[in-house]
């Protein structure tokens, strides 16, 4: 099993929807939970990190850990056709390497 | 302030050759992580290093290696190259050790098709 699993999708939806991205993790030791975003031919920038377990909001986005579950979710409200991109999410335990996902490629259609 | 500046952007190689790439940190960071990014594996971590020292090490062959230059800049090299290198491969740069975390900043990459 990988530490961090994640959907690849492709995930497909219409401009204005909310978009739910998750991934769920198995190394207890994770104290950061990340979300980065990567466009085609780009690295991945850090959209945002929540610590622990919790919501966390910017904007449009909302990151949220439930460390019970071990579970990570993204939500994108008002999704734009410039949030297509692939998304990332990783775990890190604050002294070893981040461990990410797969990632999730998603198109935000106009 | 610049970023992390990788190149070459691409490469194209021969089955059985050797590359070397390289990597520029953000100034003032001294850490520099790299990975490798493939469709069926996603990204996997290569090695870490912190003030020229390997700090950490993923799970690849003997083949792939790396370096860091009192500047804090980083090679990668890999040799006897096959076809499953294929990927990109990212570095990211951070203040301190651990791989950076929340404060690692990712470069554009290098594109190495080996053919």
């Excluded at chain 1, 690849?8 to 204005?16: A, N």
């Excluded at chain 1, 939970?33 to 449009?60: A, C, H, I, V």
């Excluded at chain 2, 990975?35 to 912190?50: A, M, S």
Aim: with cysteine; glycine share 12%; charged share 15%.
């Amino acid at each position: 099993q990988k530490e961090v699993e994640q959907d690849p999708g492709p995930l497909s939806v219409p401009e204005g929807a909310i978009v739910s991205l998750n991934c769920t993790y198995s190394n207890s030791a994770f104290q950061y939970f990340m979300w980065y975003r990567q466009y085609s031919r780009k690295g991945p920038e850090l959209l945002m990190y929540t610590y622990s377990s919790g919501n966390k909001e910017d904007g449009r986005f909302t990151a949220q850990v439930d460390k019970s579950s071990k579970y990570i979710s993204l939500f994108i409200r008002d999704s734009q056709p410039s949030d297509s991109a692939t998304y990332l999410c990783a775990g890190y335990s604050g002294n070893t390497p981040l461990v990410f996902g797969k990632g999730t490629r998603l198109s935000v259609i106009a | 302030k610049a970023g992390v500046t990788q190149t070459p952007r691409y490469l194209i190689k021969t089955r059985g050759q050797q590359v070397t790439l390289s990597c520029s940190p953000i100034s003032g960071h001294r850490s520099v992580s790299w990975y490798q990014q493939t469709p069926g594996q996603g990204l996997q971590f290569l090695f870490e290093y912190f003030s020229e020292t390997q700090r950490n090490k993923g799970n690849f062959p003997g083949r792939f290696s790396g370096r860091q230059f009192s500047n804090s800049r980083s090679e990668m090299n890999v040799s006897t190259l096959e076809l499953g290198d294929s990927a990109l491969y990212l570095c990211a740069s951070s203040l301190g050790p651990g791989g950076g975390g929340t404060e690692a900043f990712f470069g554009q990459g290098t594109r190495l098709t080996v053919v």
